[in-house]
């Protein structure tokens, strides 16, 4: 399969794409700051060598690929660039969700919108999910979602399914775990504490849909305000997770969860779609790895998952800026890029193709993700929030406060209602707002 999807690769020069100078004596540089590494890099890798071959050569354009660590750090590397020289600022760089609030206010930025590139082939719900007062901020490339990863063949064995909501996951959790002759665990049912990430589906589904700020999660203005405090969504899943980690199986560790996984020591875990490739390689056939939607927190919390990953963001009006960005989402780079990442297609002409077709049935776990996506509400959104980073953390501090130390779920509520609204204030201080 992979070799099929090379070689459609290969055929994209007979695509008609619009670029810059196609002269050789002046060849236009596109600069691309990333954070791909390992089997993620080397795909990515591909791809810049494929369009440097092909498109690329034919129309004047090449790809300059630097790695440049984390996706934090690519964006303290932008910002850094924007405030001391902005000549030195790439043409593109990949970030995810964090860099949106400081993206969406930077003058520096050419949207996805402004860039002219092609969107009408894209995943709505992955437009939707870099949407803006400003237009598109950036365009989506490595989308991915929130799967529930679990040892299939554990589960087969108990005659159990995959849970749909937080309760059925406790009823079965203490079938799924196991304890050696001395009352010691030794294999979990769950391992793990939520982030933003994954409250962003825990919260986000409830009632169809749920925000965590105002503004859309950010999205439509600079936020004001928390919401899921007053609106209940955070108790909520507290009280349904504490139940959970009350059955005695649950682990609280927040490193090296793939790994326990591999081990066999947790029947499950939650971790991103663009993660699969790479937990089905370590695994190597211990046991059959299965796939299925996040469950839910209750039975109304229906609105599903949002999307995941990173985009492409602009920082040059250079024409060949609008060539790499629709070489990258074409549908012969898609493919390539999911089958070899796990990372979700997100180009709509492929869903039909005999090639996607095929790759979905030779790789079902795969096609879970991209079930799960297509059934979601659009309008659930990743959260955009300043002091991101910091505020991920925060979140798990107060779910194993209330599971481990025995903290209150109010005050746990009102512990991060202080701590994000703070972030939204000093935000909205800093900028005159």
Not at 30 to 48: C, E, K, M, P, Y
Not at 371 to 393: D, K, M
């Amino acid at each position: 399969m992979k070799r099929t999807v090379l070689v459609l690769l290969m055929l994209l020069p007979l695509f008609t794409i619009s670029a810059g100078g196609s002269r050789e004596s002046d060849v236009s540089v596109i600069t691309i700051w990333h954070s791909n590494s390992g089997r993620v890099g080397q795909a990515f890798d591909t791809l810049v060598d494929t369009f440097n071959d092909g498109i690329g050569k034919e129309n004047g354009i090449r790809i300059e690929a630097i790695y440049q660590g984390a996706a934090n750090d690519v964006l303290t590397k932008v910002k850094a660039a924007a405030q001391e020289d902005r000549s030195t600022l790439p043409d593109i760089a990949q970030m995810d969700a964090t860099a949106a609030l400081d993206m969406k206010s930077a003058d520096y930025l050419i949207t996805a919108d402004e860039t002219g590139a092609d969107t009408s082939c894209i995943m709505p719900s992955a437009l939707k999910a870099l949407d803006s007062d400003r237009g598109l901020l950036a365009m989506p490339f490595n989308c991915s979602s929130l799967l529930f990863y679990y040892n299939k063949t554990l589960f087969d064995e108990k005659g159990l399914e995959a849970p749909r909501t937080l309760d059925e996951f406790a009823s079965i959790a203490p079938e799924l775990g196991e304890k050696d002759s001395s009352g010691n665990v030794v294999r979990y049912a769950f391992s793990g504490v939520p982030t933003t990430y994954e409250l962003g589906t825990f919260i986000g589904a409830q009632n169809g849909l749920s925000y965590m700020i105002d503004a859309e999660n950010g999205h439509f203005g600079v936020p004001e305000k928390v919401l899921f405090g007053e609106e209940g969504t955070f108790r909520n899943f507290l009280e349904h997770w504490k139940a959970l980690y009350d059955t005695g199986y649950v682990s609280n560790i927040t490193s090296g969860v793939r790994d326990e996984f591999a081990a066999g020591r947790t029947a499950s875990m939650l971790a991103s779609s663009s993660n699969l490739s790479t937990v089905i390689a370590t695994v190597a056939g211990r046991f059959e790895v299965g796939t299925a939607f996040v469950p839910m927190v209750d039975e109304e919390a229906t609105g599903g998952v949002n999307i995941g990953g990173g985009a492409l963001f602009s920082f040059s009006s250079e024409p060949g800026v609008k060539t790499v960005l629709e070489f990258f989402t074409s549908p012969e780079s898609q493919l390539y890029w999911a089958e070899a990442t796990g990372y979700m297609a997100i180009n709509t002409e492929l869903y039909e193709t005999d090639e996607y077709k095929q790759f979905l049935s030779e790789n079902p776990q795969f096609e879970v993700a991209m079930e799960q996506t297509l059934s979601s509400n659009p309008e659930v959104v990743g959260i955009w929030l300043p002091s991101a980073y910091q505020i991920y953390y925060s979140f798990q501090s107060e779910i194993r406060a209330v599971t481990e130390s025995g903290k209150s779920i109010d005050d746990a509520v009102s512990a991060m209602e202080s701590i994000v609204q703070g972030a939204i204030d000093e935000y909205r201080n800093q900028n005159g707002l």
